[in-house]
């Protein structure tokens, strides 16, 4: 098992006296690398590296950042296969979606590197004569990326990219039980040629080191992705210090299916999206609110066909669905699937943890059904696990009304061949991502990602959003009259 440093200042080191932590393959038990458990002390040398290293990298041209990270896309290309199977023994998403993960960041590494001959700015009228209005994009200065573990490479990229292609220099703290993927994420800047100090990493715990990051006066922003609890505890330690806090948060996802829907499309979507990566996407469909007319045959299609869904080694060819992450979530899952059947909602599969043979050494658990009620605890809390609640609705209008009735708010699903139904959805669902005849999952990184009420505080990662994150504006005027011209006053 390799033992793994932080990365500061362009080198990888070991302090002194460390203490060490492992992460697991929860699909099998065995320990995939050894990691150092940065302290406050180490947090701060991180911070002084890349705020060391601010003046140098702001002051490099956008277009060479952007050459940077398209040589850490080769890398990640290169190293797609590894890497993905790297993401699936460490958090146990099947192979395909483990290089799914690496292919998300190749594409948004290459999608910012062009960014870099952009950082668009805008030039308006002055309403005096000689005289320019314009605006320019600044970086923050250092920023903290603190990221969750379950797409282990692609959304640390998401910050990283983003922030990096705007100037800022950047101390990222992945999530502890994926700081594998963490440490290869940042080989593969390193790799590309990122100068020192730009790009730090400090891994361990998030009460001592996100703490720390978010607590540090020299950290302008904080770009923090992960659950809503943990998410509010960094907004408000941020709040103290008037810090920039960029929120993206959990999800309780709806696929609303009408009664004119293409059944078997409907059914693909929810299969894919309720019990891909196990159902620990923030945009997993957790709720399947189906109309009474479709409700019995679509819920006897998929209870049919998840007799022979696949649940093994997320490796292996054939699989559908791997173990969930970790023994916290295992826990907590099957706690939510205990609430469930108290609260009366009928078990129509799974709802256990599977045994027997290869089973016993990972966290696997059966993909369950419950027909639930809307309203039941199960309907409105994220269980971040393959747990599905079906509900029925009278029509379009009480499903709009069931979708939209929960705290979060982050996407969306309508199978309809109705176009007026579907163009209504789009108005009205109360989400950040709103899809048409298509699963809630499937983001593609061009487009801003992010969602409304406590999914986040109104940021959106990806796209040309993401620039937004990170970036401020600087407002100029420049006026080339040779006189003092007075706005508001001058005729
Ligand atoms: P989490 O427990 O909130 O952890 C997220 C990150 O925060 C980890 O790096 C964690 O470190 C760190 N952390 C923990 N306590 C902290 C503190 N007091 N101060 C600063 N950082 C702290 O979330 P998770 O279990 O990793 O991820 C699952 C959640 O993420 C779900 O709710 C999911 O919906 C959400 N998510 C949202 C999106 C989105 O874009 N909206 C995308 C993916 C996931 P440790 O690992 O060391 O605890």
Redesign the pocket.
């Known amino acids: 098992m390799d033992e793994h440093g932080l990365f500061i200042d362009g080198k990888w080191e070991t302090p002194t006296g460390a203490k060490r932590f492992t992460t697991r393959n929860p699909a099998t038990g065995e320990e995939l690398g050894s990691f150092v458990s940065a302290t406050t002390k180490d947090v701060e040398r991180a911070v002084s590296s890349a705020a060391k290293a601010f003046k140098s990298w702001r002051e490099t041209p956008a277009p060479k950042r952007g050459q940077i990270l398209l040589r850490v896309a080769e890398v990640y290309k290169r190293r797609k296969d590894e890497l993905g199977a790297t993401v699936t023994k460490e958090m146990g998403k099947i192979l395909p979606e483990g290089k799914g993960d690496v292919q998300e960041a190749i594409d948004f590494l290459e999608y910012m590197s062009a960014e870099g001959r952009r950082l668009l700015g805008e030039t308006v009228p002055s309403e005096l004569r000689n005289k320019y209005c314009m605006t320019l994009r600044q970086p923050k200065g250092v920023i903290a990326a603190?990221?969750?573990?379950?797409?282990p490479t692609a959304?640390p990229n998401w910050k990283l990219a983003a922030a990096l292609i705007s100037g800022n220099t950047v101390v990222f703290?992945?999530?502890?039980?994926t700081s594998l993927c963490g440490v290869k994420v940042v080989q593969a800047y390193e790799e590309g040629g990122l100068p020192p100090g730009v790009l730090n990493l400090v891994t361990?715990?998030?009460?001592v080191?996100?703490?720390a990051?978010?607590t540090d006066p020299r950290v302008k922003a904080v770009s923090?992705?992960?659950?809503?609890?943990?998410?509010r505890?960094?907004y408000l330690?941020g709040a103290e210090h008037l810090k920039y806090v960029h929120l993206?948060?959990?999800?309780k996802n709806p696929q609303i299916v009408l009664n004119d829907a293409n059944l078997e499309l409907a059914l693909d979507g929810v299969l894919f999206g309720a019990f891909g990566s196990s159902g620990q996407?923030?945009t997993a469909t957790s709720r399947l609110i189906l109309q009474e007319g479709i409700y019995d045959k679509f819920l006897g299609m998929l209870l049919e066909r998840l007799k022979t869904f696949k649940v093994g080694n997320p490796l292996d060819k054939g699989v559908d669905m791997g173990p969930v992450a970790s023994a916290d979530q295992e826990k907590k899952v099957l706690a939510y699937i205990e609430v469930g059947k108290k609260e009366g909602a009928k078990l129509r599969t799974g709802g256990e943890k599977l045994k027997g043979g290869a089973y016993d050494k990972g966290y696997y658990l059966a993909p369950t059904v419950f027909e639930a009620k809307h309203g039941m605890r199960i309907t409105k809390e994220?269980i971040?696990g393959p747990v599905l609640s079906v509900m029925k609705v009278k029509d379009f209008e009480e499903a709009v009304e069931v979708a939209n009735d929960v705290n979060y708010g982050?996407s969306s699903s309508i199978y309809t061949k109705d176009v007026n139904l579907s163009f209504q959805a789009m108005e009205r669902l109360e989400a950040g991502i709103t899809y048409i005849n298509a699963p809630t999952i499937g983001a593609e990184v061009q487009l801003p990602?992010?969602?409304v009420k406590q999914?986040?505080n109104g940021g959106r990662?990806a796209g040309t959003t993401a620039i937004e994150e990170f970036t401020e504006i600087k407002t100029v005027f420049v006026d080339f009259s040779n006189r003092l011209q007075k706005a508001q006053i001058d005729g």
């Not at 603190?146 to 797409?151: C, E």
């Not at 703290?173 to 039980?177: D, E, I, L, Q, V």
């Not at 361990?204 to 009460?207: Q, V, Y």
């Open positions: 603190i990221t969750p573990w379950n797409f959304i703290k992945p999530a502890s039980n361990g715990s998030g009460g080191v996100g703490d990051l978010v923090f992705t992960g659950g809503t609890d943990t998410g505890q960094v330690k993206e948060l959990g999800g996407r923030c994220e971040f982050l990602f992010g969602g999914t986040g990662e």
